[in-house]
């Protein structure tokens, strides 16, 4: 079974080395050594700032948007996962979305001015597919509007934009370190900022607000992640280099391929001041019906691509109904193709041959 991503694991001698030194302190969560070594090593291996260890993406988004006090209508994305839209709503705010822009399917800049109202606090935004949204110009625009910046950066681990992390964009960063991504810990994500009041603001709220035992900053949440999901983030981190490179060798594989077997696709645009990771290998049939047809071949080879962004988030239950044209379109015709660190090249090739013979 060939599956759309496949997580990667240390040797486990590597990952028990680190559970040894677990079981001899007894530290497993709140903090410990191996959370605070694992910060350490990926603000450096980033280049940021302040960089929080949280349980997951999906809280990191959460905190975010807390820490920033966002209120009111948030402008963002329809072409994304779903925990982009849904932490807005949580937080009890308003989704407002913006169409996205149909060469590399981030949020269109040149519709977001338009949408913004008095009511208008803050821009959340998705690197898609970990290609960077057009930052200088939100930037541009939230100043000109007073707007706070987030950005979901959940598969942009390691991309840079104009030779700086793409972390160090917007007020607040957030990662997911979900065991689908290319960096893992198995569940866990991260908050990233450059702002010092904002990063004792997170410090706090991630642990229930505490100021010591006995007294509390302000409102927090349980966003601490555990000395056994550092573990494996560490176990990892020597790998990080290697995983990058085996999943540009294999992108290249299947550009190549695709055009061998003279398959007409669209694939996203990546600026040529990205330094790009690879997260995912996405493709864009011209109709929905060649889709599904190339998804039922090869599935019956036991294939398993993922229709991925789909649906387009404007389309979920429990947001106002708008309409996003583009994304829309994106959404319903484009297909992630199976992509991990130890994928035979030889199933690229048999990928390749289904979806030509498909069409």
């Known amino acids: 079974m060939i599956n759309v991503t496949k997580a990667f694991l240390p040797p486990i001698e590597e990952y028990k080395k680190y559970l040894d030194g677990i079981w001899e302190r007894v530290h497993l969560t709140n903090h410990g050594p191996l959370v ?19 349980n997951n993406g999906t809280v990191a988004i959460q905190l975010a948007l807390k820490a920033l006090d966002v209120k009111g209508e948030v402008i963002t994305t329809p072409f994304s996962y779903v925990a982009t839209t849904s932490s807005i709503v949580w937080e009890n705010a308003t989704p407002v979305f913006v169409d996205i822009n149909p060469a ?14 008095e009511k208008t ?3 959340l935004a998705t690197h898609v597919y970990g290609i960077p949204c057009h ?6 625009i939230a100043h000109a509007h ?20 793409i972390m160090n964009f917007g007020d607040i960063s957030t990662l997911s370190f979900h065991a689908t991504k290319l960096f893992h810990t198995v569940e866990g994500g991260a908050v990233i900022t450059s702002n010092d009041a904002l990063a004792h603001r997170i410090s706090y709220m991630r ?16 966003g601490k992640n555990s000395e056994f999901h550092a573990a494996m983030g560490l176990a990892n981190l020597p790998y990080v280099n290697n995983i990058l490179e085996s999943r540009k060798m294999l992108s290249e594989t299947y550009t190549r391929c695709l055009a061998d077997n003279r398959v007409v696709v669209d694939r996203p645009t990546i600026s040529e001041k990205t330094e790009y990771n690879f997260s995912y290998y996405p493709v864009i049939f011209k109709r929905v019906d060649q889709l599904l047809k190339v998804r039922e071949n090869l599935n019956a080879a036991s294939i398993y691509p993922r229709r ?52």
């Open 308 to 359: 991925y962004f789909f649906p387009s988030l404007n389309e979920l239950p429990y947001v106002q109904k708008q309409r996003m044209p583009v994304a829309e379109a994106v959404a319903a015709k484009v297909l992630c193709l199976p992509l991990y660190h130890d994928l035979p090249v030889e199933i690229i090739y048999q990928i390749c041959s289904i979806i030509s013979k498909s069409l």
């Open 104 to 117: 590399d399917f981030t949020i269109d800049t040149a519709k977001i001015e338009q949408a913004i109202t």
């Open 135 to 140: 930052v200088e110009e939100i930037e541009r």
């Open 146 to 165: 007073n707007l706070k910046v987030v950005y979901d950066a959940a598969h942009a681990f390691g991309v840079k934009h104009n030779n700086t992390s």
């Open 121 to 123: 606090t803050a821009i």
């Open 207 to 222: 642990n229930f607000g505490h100021n010591g035992q006995e007294e509390f900053f302000g409102i927090g949440i349980n």
């Open 36 to 54: 605070n070594e694992l910060e350490l090593k990926l603000k450096d291996l980033l280049g940021v700032k302040h960089f929080f260890f949280i």
